[in-house]
């Protein structure tokens, strides 16, 4: 009896492996890529008490423990063992992410993991395995966009390292990223990435200004560079949903067909580009010759690289609006609530 119980367990897992062979690739490549980082990882301790590492990098190592801790006692993000232990890239590039969307609407291809639920992006650790991924999803039809990250978040299941390339950042856009990724660790629901990145860039805005604030000073060259880029990147976010309206709007007249046609993707090529030009014009700039003509000579972008712009800035006026009216500046009551409000992976 026992024998035959074996024999169907084993059944069913060759059956189970075999249907979910894909999934099981990809987790087993990920999970290498992981713990060859973890593997290499230097305690910070360690890393500050070497005599032959750069004096200013050891000083942005001490400015992310500060970071860290500003977020913990400020704003209320979880504890965490993130960020003690150092990982050198040696200039190279660690994760490259896949993000696909159909090619007459702005919607995002999902692909969905066991627990964690669905994601509108796909992360490698192996450049190779993105490219033939992505090569898959362009014979399928889809748009594409495959481009590498400088972070990401393991949800608190691992210690996240520190990586050399952050240490290149200016002082608001090192905050700006270590909040974010904090964030997940802190609240992560399941289902609803657009949710997640969503509140994460606004914590890490909204944090990066205050602890800017608290650390150089209101009148900081620290703070006023950073309040400038944050404008200028908030109206570039604002002018591409506002460009993904007019695509969507577009499409419609297309009908239901989604099939590839001549004249619908000079229709939608020449309205990419249109929008990509008019961005030249924010904050009162004057175009310019070079600028309209840059997308010209460069690979134009598709459906994918707006998807980024709905998956981390569509909700950003919700929760500023409601942090604001609802809960009168009180981040720390702000995220309780969030909390509250959504299970958390």
Do not use: C
């Not at 976010?237 to 695509?247: D, Y």
Request: aromatic share 14%; proline share 3%; net charge positive.
């Amino acid at each position: 009896m026992l024998k035959k119980i074996f024999l169907a367990l084993l059944l069913l897992l060759v059956l189970l492996g075999f249907l979910y062979r894909d999934l099981l690739s990809y987790g087993w490549m990920q999970a290498k890529g992981q713990i060859g980082i973890l593997w290499n990882v230097q305690d910070v301790e360690e890393v500050l008490r070497d005599p032959v590492f750069p004096d200013s990098l050891k000083s942005r190592i001490r400015l992310i423990e500060e970071i860290k801790q500003f977020g913990v006692d400020s704003l209320g993000l979880t504890p965490s063992k993130n960020y003690t232990t150092f990982y050198n890239q040696h200039g190279k590039p660690l994760i490259w992410v896949i993000t696909a969307s159909d090619r007459y609407r702005i919607k995002a291809h999902l692909w969905k993991f066991p627990i964690l639920g669905a994601f509108p992006y796909k992360g490698y650790f192996d450049s190779t395995r993105a490219v033939r991924e992505e090569k898959v999803l362009i014979d399928e039809g889809f748009d594409t966009d495959i481009g590498e990250v400088s972070a990401w978040s393991t949800l608190g299941y691992l210690k996240d390292p520190i990586l050399s390339s952050m240490l290149k950042r200016k002082e608001g856009s090192l905050a700006n990223l270590i909040l974010h990724e904090l964030t997940h660790g802190t609240l992560f629901v399941k289902n609803d990435l657009e949710l997640n990145e969503n509140l994460a860039s606004f914590v890490g805005d909204l944090g990066a200004i205050r602890f800017l604030r608290q650390k150089y000073g209101t009148d900081s060259k620290q703070l006023k560079a950073y309040e400038f880029s944050k404008k200028y990147n908030d109206a570039y976010s604002q002018h591409i949903l506002r460009g993904i309206g007019r695509l969507d709007s577009l499409y419609k007249t297309f009908g239901s067909k989604l099939s590839p046609e001549p004249g619908k993707d000079s229709l939608k090529k020449h309205l990419i580009l249109k929008i990509l030009n008019d961005a030249d014009t924010l904050l009162g700039n004057k175009k310019t010759l070079k600028a309209n003509s840059y997308w010209e000579k460069h690979h134009l972008p598709n459906n994918a690289f707006f998807i980024s712009y709905q998956t981390y800035k569509s909700k950003q006026n919700i929760f500023k609006q409601e942090y604001e009216t609802k809960f009168g500046g009180d981040f720390k009551r702000y995220l309780n609530y969030l909390k509250e409000k959504y299970p958390s992976l």
